[in-house]
């Protein structure tokens, strides 16, 4: 009876070592260190939270930003991140400025699979990059959409930028030379400036990032570069390709983000964080909601 009960016992040590040393299902999903990377990280790490049984671990405002998780994704530390393009085009890849759109997606997503075993899960519809912008009622007033209709009426304003835009073989004389700007006066100004100097009318124009919040609070229209000038920064979503083939339902799981965030909903929330300082959690789940996917 007592060898009963001691092979009794061991049978049940041994299931409940068994299911103490099951693998547990997780990922790390890392971002950069500001409002916006914080934001789709969350959304994609609360997307896969609500539709999967996989634990998220959060690497949320890496320092140094691309140049450490990249690096990390190779050895295997972050297994997706939010990532632009045009900061894997010129910055990872090291290529050269100048391709448009979509040779630059395709080249990007076959140069990353190949060198990194990294795959692009898909844009999600805004671009990140560099623009100009004016206030609303002078766009409209004098029908201003595009730099090109800018350049054409150039000669009425006054241009304000940080110091090194004006420094940069890609920054003003680059600009100016591509669409013919020819502005009444142009000013140097600190970064931190730009927003200030357009709202007190020292200035009409400014360069900015096309998902700055205050081109919202300000109320400045954004304008089109027709002759693409700048590099696309349109965000994606970036895995390895070792955990997609752990994990294939992320692909069409993640997929869903494709197309979803325009310039202007990722404004909106950029704005809820650091303007109306909402938790980033709390903006993500709100957005996901409001689209339906969780």
Not at 92 to 109: N, Q, R, S
Request: proline share 3%; aromatic share 10%.
């Amino acid at each position: 009876m007592k060898r009963k009960s001691i092979a009794f016992m061991l049978l049940i040590m041994l299931m409940v070592t068994a299911g103490c040393t099951k693998t547990e299902k997780k990922i790390t999903v890392a971002s950069k260190p500001h409002t916006e990377q914080y934001i789709l990280a969350e959304i994609i790490s609360q997307l896969i939270e609500n539709k999967t049984d996989i634990k998220v671990e959060r690497k949320l405002g890496i320092g140094g930003g691309t140049s450490n998780i990249h690096p990390a994704m190779l050895k295997g530390d972050i297994d997706i991140y939010p990532e632009y393009t045009g900061t894997a085009w010129l910055f990872v890849l090291k290529e050269e400025p100048g391709k448009t759109k979509e040779p630059m997606y395709d080249a990007l997503k076959k140069a990353y699979s190949e060198k990194f075993h990294i795959k692009w899960l898909g844009r999600y519809g805004f671009n990140n990059t560099y623009t100009l912008a004016l206030p609303e009622k002078t766009a409209v007033d004098n029908n201003i959409n595009t730099f090109s209709e800018l350049a054409g009426v150039s000669n009425r304003y006054i241009f304000g930028a940080e110091y090194d835009f004006f420094e940069r073989d890609d920054g003003y004389n680059g600009l100016a030379k591509t669409y013919g700007f020819n502005f009444k006066d142009t000013k140097e100004m600190d970064i931190g400036l730009k927003y200030v100097a357009i709202a007190s009318k020292k200035v009409d124009v400014i360069n900015a990032f096309s998902t700055d919040v205050l081109l919202l609070k300000e109320k400045l229209k954004v304008l089109k570069d027709d002759r693409n000038y700048f590099p696309a920064y349109e965000a994606a979503t970036l895995i390895r390709e070792e955990t997609l083939k752990k994990y294939p339902e992320l692909d069409k799981l993640l997929g869903k983000l494709t197309g979803k965030i325009s310039d202007e909903k990722m404004i909106k929330m950029n704005y809820a964080v650091e303007i109306e300082k909402k938790d980033p959690s709390l903006v993500a789940k709100e957005f996901l909601r409001e689209e339906g996917m969780i």
